[in-house]
C-alpha cells in the first residue's frame, strides 16, 4: 500500500496542463487513495426525489467499497444509511431500488425502522441493547431535487451550492418530474476517465453525430471559462436573466461545481434528433421552450442538464483502479404521459448514443494509457479548458487532504 506520502510525491511530478502520470489512472493502491481522499470525503450525487416518489422508497449505491442504502422515512425525510447490518455485516438490501416497509436483514432477519433503528432482532439476550445496533447513517442533503450523500463524519458546507441550486435548477421543478428512463454502463476505465472527457468537447465533431445536431461544440460555451466569451452565450444568458431565469456562469471559490445555461444550435430546444422537444409539456417555470440548457458539474461524480422540458442527471461511481459505473437518468413531468406527451425512444436516443459513444473512449484511452508507451500530454488550452480545470481541482484537492493544507484555486 502507498503510504500518503508517497502518493504526494507521485503527485508533486505531474506537469499542470498535461494528463495524469500513468498510475493515477491505473494503480489500484491509488485508487484506494482516491476513495479515502476524494469520494469518501465529499459530497456526491446520489439522485434525485424523484426517485423517492413514497414512504418506503429507497435505492441502494456502490460507492467504491461502500455499500451505501437511501431511503425515505414516514416522515418524508430521505435518510441514508451503510448497507451493511450491525449483526455481522451482511448488505441489509442487495436490489438497486424498491419500496419496503422496513429494511430487512436477509441473513438472519434483523428488521430496522425506515429511520435506521433496529427494531427486531431474535433471541440475543437480555443484556442486548437494540438502540445501540442501529444502522450507521450518512450524510444526506437535497439541492434543487438533487440528492447528495456525504460518507465523511463531517461533511463540507453544503449550503452554497444548495443556494445556487435553487435558483438554477429550481425553476426546472425536480419536485415535480418523474423518472422516464434510467441506463447504467459499466465503462472499463478510470473514474477521472470519464470526467476528463466530459469536460472538453473536442472529441465531440468526431465522435457524436447526433449530440452535434443540437449541442454546440464551442469550447467558449462548454468550457472552463465564462460562456459569455461566445456571442451567442452572452445573448443567450441576457435573454434568460432579462426573463428572471438565472443563466450566468457561476463556480464556486473551490471550482468543485458551477452552473451555467448555455443555448442549443439554431432553433433547437432539446436533445433530440430533429431538435424539437421531446416532450410537450414545459417543466417547471421555465419561461420560454429555447431556454437551451443549464449545464451543472460537481467533482467528482456529475454533470447535468437541465433543458425546458426534461432534466438530464449523469451518476459517476467508482467500481476499481480501471472500471466506473455511469447513470444517466431521464426526468419528464410527472403528468406527462409515455406514448401521449413524449416517445421514449426520441427521449433518449441521443444520450444513448452519446454515452456509448463516449463509453468507447474512455475504454480506448484506459487501454492506451496502460500501455508502457505511455506518457503524460499536453491539453489543448483553447479546447481543453475544462479538462485543466477539473485535473487541477483533483491535483489540489488531493494535495491539501494529503498534507492537511488547504490550497486555493488559481
Ligand atoms: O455533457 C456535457 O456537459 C459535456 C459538455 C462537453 C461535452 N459533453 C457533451
Ligand atoms: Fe444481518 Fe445476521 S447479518 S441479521
Ligand atoms: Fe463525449
Request: proline fraction near 6%; aromatic fraction near 10%.
Amino acid at each position: 500500500m502507498l503510504s500518503n506520502a508517497d502518493v504526494l510525491s507521485l503527485l508533486l511530478t505531474r506537469q499542470p496542463g498535461y494528463s495524469l502520470p500513468q498510475p493515477f489512472y491505473t494503480d489500484p493502491d491509488l485508487y484506494q487513495s482516491d476513495l479515502r481522499h476524494i469520494w469518501y470525503r465529499d459530497w456526491l450525487m446520489a439522485g434525485t426525489v424523484a426517485e423517492f416518489p413514497k414512504t418506503g422508497s429507497f435505492t441502494t449505491l456502490q460507492i467504491g467499497d461502500a455499500a451505501i442504502i437511501l431511503v425515505r422515512g414516514a416522515d418524508g425525510v430521505i435518510r441514508g444509511f451503510h448497507n451493511s447490518c450491525r449483526h455481522r455485516g451482511s448488505r441489509v438490501c442487495a436490489a438497486e431500488k424498491g419500496t419496503a416497509p422496513k429494511l430487512v436483514c436477509p441473513y438472519h432477519q434483523w428488521t430496522y425502522e425506515l429511520d435506521g433503528r433496529l427494531l427486531w432482532a431474535r433471541e440475543m439476550g437480555d443484556d442486548f441493547d437494540p438502540t445501540q445496533h442501529g444502522l450507521k447513517p450518512v450524510h444526506v442533503a437535497q439541492a434543487a431535487g438533487m440528492v447528495f450523500v456525504c460518507l465523511a463524519d463531517s461533511a463540507p458546507d453544503f449550503a452554497p451550492l444548495q443556494r445556487e441550486a435553487d435558483r438554477y435548477a429550481g425553476p426546472h421543478a425536480l419536485a415535480d418530474l418523474k423518472v422516464a428512463f434510467q441506463s447504467s454502463i459499466t465503462e472499463k476505465g478510470n473514474w477521472k476517465l470519464v470526467l476528463e472527457n466530459n469536460r472538453e468537447c473536442y472529441h465531440c465533431s468526431g465522435s457524436h453525430p447526433s449530440l452535434c445536431r443540437t449541442f454546440p461544440d464551442d469550447p467558449n460555451l462548454v468550457g472552463a471559462d465564462d460562456s459569455t466569451t461566445s456571442t451567442v452565450g452572452a445573448q443567450h444568458v441576457a435573454r434568460c436573466e432579462d426573463a428572471g431565469l438565472p443563466s450566468k456562469y457561476v463556480i464556486a471559490p473551490s471550482e468543485q461545481w458551477r452552473f451555467v445555461r448555455i443555448p442549443f444550435l439554431g432553433a433547437a430546444t432539446s436533445y433530440t434528433m430533429d431538435g424539437k422537444a421531446a416532450v410537450t409539456r414545459r417543466i417547471g417555470t421555465v419561461p420560454f421552450d429555447d431556454a437551451g440548457s443549464c449545464l451543472f458539474f460537481h467533482y467528482p461524480n456529475t454533470w447535468n442538464h437541465f433543458l425546458s422540458d426534461h432534466v438530464l442527471i449523469f451518476r459517476v461511481l467508482p467500481v476499481s483502479a480501471m472500471e466506473s459505473l455511469v447513470t444517466t437518468t431521464w426526468l419528464v413531468h410527472k403528468d406527462a404521459q409515455e406514448g401521449i406527451d413524449y416517445d421514449l425512444n426520441r427521449l433518449t436516443e441521443v444520450w444513448l448514443h452519446t454515452n456509448d459513444e463516449d463509453r468507447r473512449i474512455v475504454e480506448e484511452n484506459q487501454v492506451g494509457i496502460r500501455s508502457p508507451g505511455y506518457t503524460p500530454g499536453p491539453y489543448s488550452r483553447a479546447q481543453e479548458g475544462g479538462v485543466i480545470q477539473f485535473v487541477d481541482w483533483y491535483a489540489r484537492t488531493l494535495q491539501s487532504r494529503l498534507t492537511g493544507r488547504a490550497l486555493m484555486a488559481a
